[in-house]
C-alpha cells in the first residue's frame, strides 16, 4: 500500500492548487480525478470553454458595429466547427499544463474515481491508498430542474450548451445567473432567438439591483429576451423542448417551443458516492459539508474545500481554500478566508462585477453607508473605445471610509475591480483610493470617480 501525506480527491482549481502547493510545502502529494483530463469543472466543461466561447463570438458581434469606427469589413462568416475546435484547444493546452505543473513539483495523479473506504484510505479502482490527511475537492454538478430529463441534445445542461453541433433556432435558458447569461449571450451573438426565463422578478439574484438593472436593459438591447417572475416545466417533444412557463403572480401559463433548452438554475455539492455518510462526516441541510476554520471536517484527517463546503462556488475561491487549508496542515499560519472580499464576475459583454455588499443589503441591515457612482458615458477612454455602457459604484462608510462594496458594470470591469478588491481587503480608504494617481486615459479612472463621488467631491459628474 503506497503512502502519502496528504490525498486529494478531484483536480479542479481547488483540488490542484491545494495538491501542488503542499507539495511546495514538502508533502508527499497524490490527486486522485476520474476524468481523463485535469482541471475540474472549470478547466473542462465550465469556466475556459465558456470564456473561448465568449471570445470568439464577440469577435463575431463586433463586426457589426465596425462602420462606426470607419472600417467596412465588407463578406463575413463564421465557422462554428472551427470555433468549436478552438475552444478545445484551449481547453487541452491549459491540462497539459496542469499535468507539467504536477510533475513538476512531485504529485502523483492517479486517474480514477476516489471514494474514502475508511478514514486514513483512499480507493482509486483496484489501489488503496494509506493518507494521513484526506482532502475532499469534488467541486459541484449542475442543478436539475424537477421532471426534466437531460439528454445533452435538446435538454442541456451548461456542459451541452458548449458543444452543440449547431446553432438553435431558439434557446430557452432557465436561470438568469451567471452561467444562464453568459451561454445566452454566446448563442444569441451567433443568430438563435434566446430566451431567459427567471423564477425571481429579476435577473442576477444576489447581485446590487440597480446593476443588475442595468444589465438587464444592455442584454435586452442586444437580442436577449426575458421572462421573469416565471415557474419553469419543461419535456422533450421529438427534436424539440415545449417549456409550459407559470406566471408567479397571476397563475396563467404559457408554453415556449425550444430547439434547445438550457438549466442554468445553479450547482450543488458533488459528494455522492465518496463514502461520507458511513464514515459520520456532518453535511449541512443543503449538501454541504461542514468545516471549521482551518476546513477540517468533524471527522480526524479528513479535510474539505471549494464547492463542498460553504461560501460562493467560484473557482478563485477554491483556490483559496486549498491553499489555506494545505498551509495550515503544514503548520503555516494561514487566516481564514474572509468570502466578502470575494468578487464575482459575470463575462457578458458588458461585463458585470461584484464585491462585498450591494446597497440592498446594507439599506436591510440598517447600515449608514455613501454611495458613490460614476457612468463610463463620461470617462474618455470608454469614449474612445466606444464603450461607454455602464458604471461604477462604490459603498462606503461615512464614518471610516472603509469600502464596503464596489459593483461594475461595463467592459473589462473583471479587471477594474481588483484594485478595489485588494483596497477593501488592506483597508485603503475612499480617500486613498480616490487620491493615488490613475493613468490618463484609462477606464479605471471611473473607479477613482466614483470613490470622489462617494466623499461628494466629484470632478467629472
Same mark, same amino acid.
Given at each position: 500500500?503506497?503512502?502519502?501525506?496528504?490525498?486529494?480527491?478531484?483536480?479542479?482549481?481547488?483540488?490542484?492548487?491545494?495538491?501542488?502547493?503542499?507539495?511546495?510545502?514538502?508533502?508527499?502529494?497524490?490527486?486522485?480525478?476520474?476524468?481523463?483530463?485535469?482541471?475540474?469543472?472549470?478547466?473542462?466543461?465550465?469556466?475556459?470553454?465558456?470564456?473561448?466561447?465568449?471570445?470568439?463570438?464577440?469577435?463575431?458581434?463586433?463586426?457589426?458595429?465596425?462602420?462606426?469606427?470607419?472600417?467596412?469589413?465588407?463578406?463575413?462568416?463564421? +465557422?462554428?466547427?472551427?470555433?468549436?475546435?478552438?475552444?478545445?484547444?484551449?481547453? !487541452? $493546452?491549459?491540462?497539459?499544463?496542469?499535468?507539467?505543473?504536477?510533475?513538476?513539483?512531485?504529485?502523483?495523479?492517479?486517474?480514477?474515481?476516489?471514494?474514502?473506504?475508511?478514514?486514513?484510505?483512499?480507493?482509486?479502482?483496484?489501489?488503496?491508498?494509506?493518507?494521513?490527511?484526506?482532502?475532499?475537492?469534488?467541486?459541484?454538478?449542475?442543478?436539475?430542474?424537477?421532471?426534466?430529463?437531460?439528454?445533452?441534445?435538446?435538454?442541456?445542461?451548461?456542459?451541452? !450548451?458548449?458543444?452543440?453541433?449547431?446553432?438553435?433556432?431558439?434557446?430557452?435558458?432557465?436561470?438568469?445567473?451567471?452561467?444562464?447569461?453568459?451561454?445566452?449571450?454566446?448563442?444569441?451573438?451567433?443568430?438563435?432567438?434566446?430566451?431567459?426565463?427567471?423564477?425571481?422578478?429579476?435577473?442576477?439574484?444576489?447581485?446590487?439591483?440597480?446593476? &443588475?438593472?442595468?444589465?438587464?436593459? %444592455?442584454?435586452?438591447?442586444?437580442?436577449?429576451?426575458?421572462?421573469?417572475?416565471?415557474?419553469?416545466?419543461?419535456?422533450?417533444?421529438?427534436?424539440?423542448?415545449?417549456?409550459?412557463?407559470?406566471?408567479?403572480?397571476?397563475?396563467?401559463?404559457?408554453?415556449?417551443?425550444?430547439?434547445?433548452?438550457?438549466?442554468?438554475?445553479?450547482?450543488?455539492?458533488?459528494?455522492?458516492?465518496?463514502?461520507?455518510?458511513?464514515?459520520?462526516?456532518?453535511?449541512?441541510?443543503?449538501?454541504?459539508?461542514?468545516? $471549521?476554520?482551518?476546513?477540517?471536517?468533524?471527522?480526524?484527517?479528513?479535510?474539505?474545500?471549494?464547492?463542498?463546503?460553504?461560501?460562493?462556488?467560484?473557482?478563485?475561491?477554491?483556490?483559496?481554500?486549498?491553499?489555506?487549508?494545505?498551509?495550515?496542515?503544514?503548520?503555516? &499560519?494561514?487566516?481564514?478566508?474572509?468570502?466578502?472580499?470575494?468578487?464575482?464576475?459575470?463575462?457578458?459583454?458588458?461585463?458585470? !462585477?461584484?464585491?462585498?455588499?450591494?446597497?440592498?443589503?446594507?439599506?436591510?441591515?440598517?447600515?449608514?453607508?455613501?454611495?458613490?457612482?460614476?457612468?463610463?458615458?463620461?470617462?474618455?477612454?470608454?469614449?474612445?473605445?466606444?464603450?461607454?455602457?455602464? %458604471?461604477?459604484?462604490? %459603498?462606503?462608510?461615512? +464614518?471610516?471610509?472603509?469600502?464596503?462594496?464596489?459593483?461594475?458594470?461595463?467592459?473589462?470591469?473583471?479587471?477594474?475591480?481588483?484594485?478595489?478588491?485588494?483596497?477593501?481587503?488592506?483597508?485603503?480608504?475612499?480617500?486613498?483610493?480616490?487620491?493615488?494617481?490613475? !493613468?490618463?486615459?484609462?477606464?479605471?479612472?471611473?473607479?477613482?470617480?466614483?470613490?470622489?463621488?462617494?466623499?461628494?467631491?466629484? %470632478?467629472?459628474?
Amino acid at each position: 500500500m503506497r503512502e502519502f501525506d496528504l490525498v486529494v480527491i478531484g483536480a479542479g482549481p481547488g483540488g490542484y492548487v491545494a495538491a501542488i502547493r503542499a507539495a511546495q510545502l514538502g508533502l508527499s502529494v497524490a490527486c486522485v480525478e476520474e476524468r481523463a483530463t485535469l482541471g475540474g469543472t472549470c478547466l473542462n466543461v465550465g469556466c475556459i470553454p465558456s470564456k473561448a466561447l465568449l471570445s470568439s463570438s464577440e469577435h463575431w458581434a463586433d463586426l457589426r458595429p465596425l462602420a462606426t469606427h470607419g472600417i467596412s469589413p465588407g463578406e463575413a462568416s463564421f +465557422d462554428l466547427a472551427a470555433m468549436m475546435a478552438r475552444k478545445d484547444r484551449v481547453v !487541452a $493546452d491549459l491540462t497539459k499544463g496542469i499535468a507539467h505543473l504536477f510533475k513538476k513539483n512531485g504529485v502523483e495523479w492517479l486517474n480514477g474515481r476516489g471514494t474514502i473506504p475508511a478514514p486514513g484510505r483512499v480507493q482509486v479502482g483496484d489501489e488503496t491508498l494509506a493518507a494521513k490527511t484526506i482532502l475532499i475537492a469534488t467541486g459541484s454538478d449542475p442543478a436539475g430542474l424537477p421532471g426534466a430529463i437531460v439528454d445533452e441534445e435538446v435538454i442541456l445542461t451548461s456542459t451541452g !450548451a458548449l458543444t452543440l453541433p449547431q446553432v438553435p433556432g431558439h434557446l430557452v435558458v432557465i436561470g438568469a445567473g451567471v452561467i444562464g447569461l453568459e451561454l445566452g449571450q454566446v448563442w444569441s451573438r451567433l443568430g438563435a432567438k434566446v430566451t431567459v426565463v427567471e423564477y425571481l422578478d429579476r435577473i442576477l439574484p444576489g447581485a446590487d439591483a440597480e446593476i &443588475a438593472r442595468t444589465a438587464q436593459r %444592455l442584454l435586452q438591447r442586444q437580442g436577449l429576451a426575458f421572462q421573469l417572475g416565471r415557474k419553469a416545466s419543461v419535456m422533450r417533444e421529438g427534436a424539440r423542448a415545449v417549456v409550459t412557463l407559470e406566471r408567479r403572480d397571476t397563475g396563467a401559463t404559457e408554453t415556449l417551443a425550444a430547439d434547445a433548452m438550457l438549466i442554468a438554475i445553479g450547482r450543488r455539492p458533488r459528494t455522492s458516492g465518496l463514502g461520507l455518510e458511513a464514515l459520520g462526516v456532518a453535511v449541512d441541510p443543503r449538501g454541504f459539508i461542514a468545516v $471549521d476554520g482551518q476546513f477540517r471536517t468533524n471527522v480526524p484527517g479528513i479535510l474539505a474545500i471549494g464547492d463542498v463546503v460553504p461560501g460562493p462556488m467560484l473557482a478563485h475561491k477554491a483556490e483559496e481554500d486549498g491553499i489555506a487549508a494545505v498551509e495550515a496542515l503544514a503548520g503555516h &499560519a494561514h487566516p481564514a478566508p474572509d468570502y466578502s472580499q470575494v468578487p464575482g464576475v459575470v463575462y457578458t459583454a458588458p461585463e458585470i !462585477a461584484s464585491l462585498g455588499a450591494t446597497e440592498e443589503a446594507l439599506k436591510d441591515a440598517g447600515r449608514a453607508h455613501v454611495t458613490g457612482k460614476f457612468q463610463f458615458i463620461a470617462n474618455g477612454r470608454a469614449r474612445a473605445m466606444a464603450a461607454t455602457d455602464g %458604471l461604477v459604484k462604490v %459603498l462606503g462608510c461615512p +464614518d471610516t471610509g472603509r469600502i464596503l462594496g464596489a459593483h461594475i458594470i461595463g467592459r473589462n470591469a473583471g479587471e477594474l475591480i481588483q484594485p478595489l478588491v485588494l483596497a477593501m481587503s488592506t483597508g485603503a480608504t475612499l480617500a486613498q483610493v480616490a487620491g493615488s494617481s490613475h !493613468a490618463h486615459p484609462g477606464m479605471a479612472e471611473a473607479v477613482k470617480e466614483a470613490c470622489l463621488a462617494a466623499l461628494g467631491k466629484p %470632478l467629472h459628474a
